[in-house]
């Protein structure tokens, strides 16, 4: 019998063609190679309850007990319970375990019957138990199995099971949040597309409002020149009122340290004054350079004066200058809220144009819609028309008929009064033979009244005429005796 090659994919591990693994695991238990488990070896109780909950089904979980497996195993029940796992993992039935390949030229099929089974069971176990950690699996375990041996086989088997059903939870939870991240990454592919659309719809400027466009666009430009420009000017204007108001700054230092000086040199002066006693012309010539040195003074002064009146009047400038910017930027800020207004205004239109252009169609549809009602109203009103005719020939066809049967219905009336006054008439002689019946009733009942009386009458003079006669014999007989005794 030639094995069929059983292939499983289980968190990854991939087990294809275990044949050669067989005939390795053969040989090795051929030569007595014996190996360690890597796998813990559960209690009878537990491999029992997992194996009823998890394997079995139906009324093969409740006839499952402790007994099939210790102290002797019972080798129909394994087999069946291996058979229920290949089923559990291969989705193989055990119904095709009892089926012989039909490439196999068999001449005694009958004689077969009780192989074919186990060794089906056998080569499809000897190519799962490697996966759980069991090498050395032969058929002694199916024909007779051992309670330590099958202990450890089921205990492998289970903790493979266990194995396989933490793999396939970790892998449906994986497959969730794949699906939910799809379902995520297409919600977004979605929405970027629904952008993307309306960016190129906000982006695309409809044919009519291009003309307009262009000339905004060209306003906007030349408005952001001029903004430039003023604006370039009015930080010029700033550059050079920061630099007069720094050198205002410094002159009015200079000014300061001067008067300082001239303070200081004028409490000098009072002091030498007081200390020396100076020729009239060195004081005359001292004194007209103190009055040069005044009119440079104040002639500076009067300069950084008209400076500082320059300087205000170009802050006033550019004062007004910014003004004029933010006037302008109002103005530009009016200009794209009406922008704004005009475009949703176009697209109202628009909007409008297009409810417009249906509801022409919405009319096209209705009238063409009304002239079908009209053609089919006409139509109507023709075949009403003919029927109406035709309803009323069948009127007169009915009133003739109905005409017909009130002739025959008052007939039967005239008939029906005859016959009720002949049931009248029959009714009447009918009482009337009853109330003779009655009479004669009371007539019987009163003679045979009568007759009963006459009857009792009779019966008690019967009666007393018997006694009479009974007594006569019984005196006549008494006589004879006394007749008798006497002769």
């Not at 060794?119 to 000897?126: E, G, N």
């Not at 320059?310 to 200058?321: M, N, P, T």
Request: hydrophobic share 35%.
């Amino acid at each position: 019998m030639r094995s069929v090659p059983l292939a499983v994919v289980v968190s990854g591990t991939d087990v294809r063609g275990a044949e050669s693994l067989n005939w390795w695991v053969l040989a090795a238990a051929g030569r007595g190679v014996t190996m360690e488990n890597t796998f813990p070896v559960y209690k009878v109780d537990a491999i029992v309850q997992f194996f009823r909950t998890d394997v079995l089904t139906g009324q093969e979980a409740k006839h499952f007990a402790k007994s099939d497996i210790t102290p002797n195993p019972k080798p129909e029940v394994i087999q069946r319970l291996y058979m229920r796992i290949l089923q559990l993992l291969y989705g193989f039935r055990p119904e095709c375990h009892y089926l012989a390949p039909l490439s196999e030229n068999i001449q005694c099929p009958m004689l077969y019957e009780c192989a074919i089974p186990v060794m089906s069971v056998y080569l499809s176990m000897c190519q799962f138990l490697p996966m759980c950690h069991v090498y050395d699996f032969s058929l002694n375990d199916l024909l007779n199995p051992k309670p330590k041996r099958t202990i450890t086989i089921l205990s492998g088997i289970q903790n493979f099971l266990h194995f396989r059903k933490q793999r396939l939870e970790i892998i449906a939870g994986h497959q969730q949040s794949f699906r939910a991240e799809m379902d995520k990454l297409q919600a977004y592919t979605r929405g970027i597309k629904e952008a993307e659309k309306k960016i190129e719809k906000l982006m695309i400027i409809p044919p009519e409002q291009q003309a307009e466009a262009k000339e905004l666009a060209a306003a906007l430009k030349e408005v952001n020149s001029a903004t430039m420009q003023e604006s370039q000017e009015v930080s010029a204007i700033n550059e050079q009122v920061a630099e007069c108001k720094t050198e205002i700054a410094e002159r009015s230092q200079k000014l300061s340290q001067r008067k300082l000086e001239v303070a200081t040199q004028k409490d000098e002066i009072a002091k030498l004054k007081s200390q020396i006693v100076e020729s009239p012309e060195e004081v005359k010539n001292e004194m007209e350079k103190m009055k040069e040195n005044i009119k440079n003074i104040k002639n500076s002064k009067e300069l950084a004066d008209e400076m500082l009146v320059d300087l205000q009047i170009k802050v006033q400038c550019a004062s007004q200058g910014e003004a004029d910017i933010q006037v302008i930027l109002k103005q530009l800020h009016d200009l794209q809220t009406s922008m704004c207004k005009t475009n949703q205004q176009k697209e109202e239109v628009q909007s409008l144009a297009a409810l417009s252009e249906t509801l022409q169609k919405e009319l096209k549809g209705l009238s063409n819609e009304e002239g079908q009602l009209k053609r089919a109203l006409a139509m109507k009103l023709d075949k009403e028309s003919k029927q109406q005719i035709r309803r009323q020939k069948k009127k007169e066809l009915k009133d003739q008929h109905v005409q017909n049967i009130i002739g025959q219905y008052d007939k039967i009336h005239e008939k029906r009064e005859e016959i009720v006054d002949r049931i009248k008439h029959i009714t009447s002689e009918t009482r009337q033979f009853k109330e003779k019946m009655q009479k004669l009733r009371d007539t019987c009942n009163q003679n045979s009244e009568k007759a009963q009386a006459i009857y009792d009458r009779l019966l008690t003079t019967l009666e007393q005429y018997h006694k009479r006669i009974e007594n006569i014999v019984m005196e006549g007989t008494a006589d004879m005796m006394k007749m008798k005794t006497v002769f």
